[in-house]
């Protein structure tokens, strides 16, 4: 079964990078048919599609959050990772790290990490 | 962006109710829209995508319909674990927008 797992700090101080890791179990994150995106959900409000990679490197971002955003990719260690800089408190959310086929439909989430912008 | 909005935006069901949730795209968007379900403290769960084809594992009391601009998702028997925010999500463009969301609540 695949499974995917957040992790990184939960609390992060404005004009900081905000950096997070989701780690692939059960599934190999270079399967060619897959795309692995981040999602976040402020508390309390809708959800929203931050970008996604392709195991090869590629990558999409939102253009809302271009200018700040960096999705990498580590296919030895099956991980993906998120960096958000200048962060201030409106990137206080829940991150969620997810998996879509070519078309960003998402069908297997990772729990979510909260993470909190504030000094 | 394509936006979306769903209607209502909350209301109150009871166990074996039918209920139909509406979601609408600013422009057409053909048939590529998703349905997610979402309990409080959890991730959202595929439920429907292609608007009307039902993910592997979901109920067959869920049920999606409509193209272009319209679209509905309808539980035909409500469930106790069925009360949850749903969301609709069109992938047509990008960035894939999601709807607000509409909370089912217990009457």
Known sequence: QLQLQESGPGLVKPSETLSLTCTVSGGSISSSSYYWGWIRQPP?????????????GSTYYNPSLKSRVTISVDT???QFSLKLSSVTAADTAVY???????????????????????? | AIRMTQ????FSASTGDRVTITCRASQGISSYLAWY?????????LLIY???TLQSGVPSRFSGSGSGTDFTLTISCLQSEDFATYYCQQYYSYPGTFGPGTKVDIK
């Open chain 2, 50 to 52: 292609a608007a009307s």
């Open chain 1, 76 to 78: 030895s260690k099956n």
């Open chain 1, 44 to 56: 309390g409000k809708g959800l929203e599609w931050i970008g996604s990679i392709y195991y090869s």
């Open chain 2, 37 to 45: 379900q979402q309990k409080p403290g959890k991730a959202p769960k």
């Open chain 1, 96 to 119: 969620y790290c997810a998996r879509h086929p070519r078309d960003p439909v998402f069908d297997y989430w990772g729990q979510g990490t909260l993470v909190t912008v504030s000094s």
């Open chain 2, 7 to 10: 209607s209502p935006s909350s």
